[in-house]
């Protein structure tokens, strides 16, 4: 069975540090783009980052220089690496498997069940 | 950067057809993906690509696209299929990016 299990949320003051685990069962995650994505208290999904099976990642500007994305192929884990947080980063994070069939199609399957990231003082 | 554009909210009587639309330039190059998310529950994919269902998606659920705009529709909607909806897709440069979702209500 093809699934994420994301750990590492919890509650951490303005201009601290969190890493974010995702670790995936049922395929390989250094053959996969993976991405997370993160959701504000009663907001819509926000796209934060993405790693390429090749190893490029993407963020989005809002976390840029702030977050970085990595994984450890011996774990099968993806990893969020959390810097300089701030208030509006605090959201449910999701792991994702971002798939593709054609430089076109682009879609995420499966994700894992969310960990909440609270950013307060 | 790219932007979705999605109705915050539609309505729908039970076992009567809904379309959900998702507009932006990324979509004349790109397909959109389409999520349904529940209260306290993480998203699930429902429409990828041209008009993809995933396993265990009911055929309920379709897809299209034309010029700018992707569209999700269901047809006969079920009281179970009352939730936020959510289009994805990419741009040029790799970046990929929500809809801010629909909320949809089954009467």
């Known amino acids: 069975e093809v699934q994420l299990v994301e750990t590492g949320g919890g509650l951490i003051q303005p201009g601290g540090s969190l890493r974010l685990s995702c670790a995936a069962s049922?395929?390989?995650?250094?053959?996969?783009?993976m991405s997370w994505v993160r959701q504000a208290p009663g907001k819509g999904l926000e796209w934060v980052s993405v790693?390429?099976?090749?190893?490029?990642?993407y963020y989005a500007d809002s976390v840029k220089g702030r977050f970085t994305i990595s994984r450890d192929n011996s774990k099968n884990t993806v990893y969020l690496q959390m810097n300089s947080l701030r208030a509006e980063d605090t959201a449910v994070y999701y792991c994702?498997?971002?798939?593709?069939?054609?430089?076109?199609?682009?879609?995420?399957?499966?994700w894992g069940q969310g960990t909440l990231v609270t950013v307060s003082s | 950067s790219s932007e979705l554009t999605q109705d915050p909210a539609v309505s729908v009587a039970l076992g009567q057809t809904v379309r959900i639309t998702c507009q932006g330039d990324s979509l004349r190059n790109y397909y959109a993906s389409w999520y349904q998310q529940k209260p306290g529950q993480a998203p699930v994919l429902v429409i990828y690509g041209k008009n993809n269902r995933p396993s265990g998606i009911p055929d309920r659920f379709s897809g299209s696209n034309s010029g700018n705009t992707a569209s999700l529709t269901i047809t006969g909607a079920q009281a179970e299929d009352e939730a936020d909806y959510y289009c994805?897709?990419?741009?040029?440069?790799?970046?990929?990016?929500f809809g801010g979702g629909t909320k949809l209500t089954v009467l």
């Open positions: 994805n897709s990419r741009d040029s440069s790799g970046i990929r990016v």
């Open positions: 790693i390429y099976s090749g190893g490029s990642t």
């Open positions: 049922g395929f390989t995650v250094s053959n996969n783009y």
């Open positions: 994702t498997r971002d798939m593709y069939s054609s430089s076109w199609e682009r879609w995420f399957d499966p």
